[in-house]
């Protein structure tokens, strides 16, 4: 994927300003798809970006400062993936209880095309630290991800001791059977790709639930798939050696769904 530019607070970046997402491993971001110049779900962006905010760093995001660097790295194109890095370049590390001003970084790069086929999941007991947080601690995240494919699988799905189903790498999870979706109960990142959808399921009056989901229930449901903002729908073929059904009818439906959010200009 080429990086088409990198702004820091809405100037060009220069590599000094870059010296500290290097050398201190903190703090938080977002992905969005831009799609004919807007973004779905923004405002759910900047929702996370905000609170996310205020968690980390003690300070408040401004969310009309954030939308003007976004349309300035846009720059009028149509199609792009942007990344939103907050971090601090006045963060002390030994002082992080004092709250500091954040800088925004906006990477935007070429839309990633992106393969629709089913995955095969294998599932780790793991949770993710903060997992309400999309933070930049992402390490385990493709490390797990890795293990999975060296076992011969394409991705990996957490669950604890239990095996409470939470999330996957960088996605949530839903599961699919006649009455509508289920999503899983438990510690996970509120992805902006699963609040599209269940809003999308509600306005089409399609039934979908909470609750907690363990890997010895996977029999009851006939289908899964997962989501995330460059994503949205992309079905899961088996997890572990159950194996699901891959119903076009449902996904195509599951696409409507999603696509009943209107695009955000920025």
Not at 236 to 263: G, M, Q
Request: hydrophobic share 45%; proline share 2%; charged share 25%.
């Amino acid at each position: 994927m080429s990086v088409s530019r990198i702004e820091l607070n809405g100037a060009a970046a220069s590599v000094d300003d870059l010296r500290h997402l290097i050398l201190t491993n903190y703090g938080h971001f977002t992905a969005m798809r831009v799609e004919e110049g807007g973004v779905r779900g923004l405002e759910l962006h900047l929702d996370r970006l905000v609170a996310a905010t205020h968690e980390l760093f003690g300070t408040a995001l401004d969310r009309d400062t954030v939308r003007g660097h976004l349309r300035h790295a846009i720059a009028g194109e149509r199609e792009l993936s942007l990344r939103v890095n907050v971090f601090s370049r006045a963060l002390d590390r030994d002082s992080l209880a004092r709250g500091v001003a954040a800088d925004v970084l906006v990477i935007a790069s070429v839309a990633r095309s992106t393969t629709r086929a089913a995955l095969r999941l294998k599932s780790f007991d793991y949770a993710r630290d903060a997992a309400a947080l999309k933070h930049v601690g992402t390490f385990p995240l493709f490390h797990h991800r890795r293990l999975a494919q060296l076992a011969g699988f394409d991705d990996a799905l957490f669950a604890d001791e239990s095996g409470r189903i939470s999330e996957g790498s960088i996605w949530n999870i839903g599961f699919i059977d006649d009455r509508g979706v289920t999503w899983p109960q438990a510690p996970q990142l509120a992805g902006t790709g699963m609040q599209l959808l269940q809003a999308g399921l509600r306005r089409e009056g399609i039934a979908s639930a909470t609750r907690v989901i363990h890997l010895h229930e996977l029999s009851t449901f006939r289908g899964a798939f997962f989501t995330n903002a460059s994503v949205p729908v992309r079905p899961i073929a088996s997890i572990d050696e159950h194996r699901f059904d891959v119903d076009a009818a449902w996904f195509a439906k599951l696409t409507r769904c999603y696509e009943s959010n209107p695009v955000q200009l920025v």
